[in-house]
T-cell receptor, first 115, second 112 residues
Framework: GAGVSQSPSNKVTEKGKDVELRCDPISGHTALYWYRQSLGQGLEFLIY????????KSGLPSDRFSAERTGGSVSTLTIQRTQQEDSAVYLC?????????????FGNGTRLTVT | GEDVEQSLFLSVREGDSSVINCTYTDSSSTYLYWYKQEPGAGLQLLTYIFSNMDMKQDQRLTVLLNKKDKHLSLRIADTQTGDSAIYFC????????????FGRGTSLIVHP
């Protein structure tokens, strides 16, 4: 079956512009996660959606970052007024139920470069 | 300090065993995971272990957990060039709502 799909795979943008990154989770997965992977760093948790509950936004680094998940499926991560330090690979993952013993299934990521 | 720590690089010869180590700080860790990331790809779950277990074996992979020392290791037997990748250790805890916290990853290089 189809895995987690992310688009675009690469995005180059100018500093100050807004970007939208898309994630299509595995069908039927109720939980969706966004992580950021910077060069030489581990995965930094950004935000978590579980069903119809309010998202856990505790990892968002600033108010320029926001995310939504429509209809419990597709999610969009938006970064406003991008800065060079936003350059990273943004990874989306989904899982059948909440975290814990339910493994995360990752997409291939969107590589964002801010010039 | 970081919640999950790993050494950044490991180089082994093809056919040898690889041991990748990880330490974590949260004693309430419930699940501990190993993920593998190949170039240009997302992370793939290799295996995970519950905190009430000491060891888990799955074909060439052996996971050892020392709860007292908060130390987790992944042993890959008969390492092959296809095992070259970045290996991430991760933990999930009750305090963190079980959302996995990842280490920086260990780059495993397998040479002939």
């Amino acid at each position: 079956g189809a895995g987690v799909s992310q688009s675009p795979s690469n995005k180059v943008t100018e500093k100050g512009k807004d970007v939208e990154l898309r994630c299509d989770p595995i069908s039927g997965h109720t939980a969706l996660y966004w992580y950021r992977q910077s060069l030489g760093q581990g995965l930094e948790f950004l935000i978590y959606f579980q069903g119809n509950s309010a998202p856990d936004k505790s990892g968002l680094p600033s108010d320029r970052f926001s995310a939504e998940r429509t209809g419990g499926s597709v999610s969009t991560l938006t970064i406003q007024r991008t800065q060079q330090e936003d350059s990273a690979v943004y990874l989306c993952a989904s899982s059948p139920v909440g975290p814990g013993n339910s493994p995360l299934h990752f997409g291939n990521g969107t590589r964002l470069t801010v010039t | 300090g970081e919640d999950v720590e790993q050494s950044l690089f490991l180089s082994v010869r093809e056919g040898d065993s690889s041991v990748i180590n990880c330490t974590y700080t949260d004693s309430s860790s419930t699940y501990l995971y190993w993920y593998k990331q190949e170039p240009g790809a997302g992370l793939q779950l290799l295996t995970y272990i519950f905190s009430n277990m000491d060891m888990k074996q799955d074909q060439r992979l052996t996971v050892l957990l020392n709860k007292k020392d908060k130390h987790l290791s992944l042993r890959i037997a008969d390492t092959q060039t296809g095992d070259s990748a970045i290996y991430f250790c991760a933990e999930s805890t009750t305090g963190g709502s079980y959302i996995p916290t990842f280490g920086r990853g260990t780059s495993l290089i397998v040479h002939p």
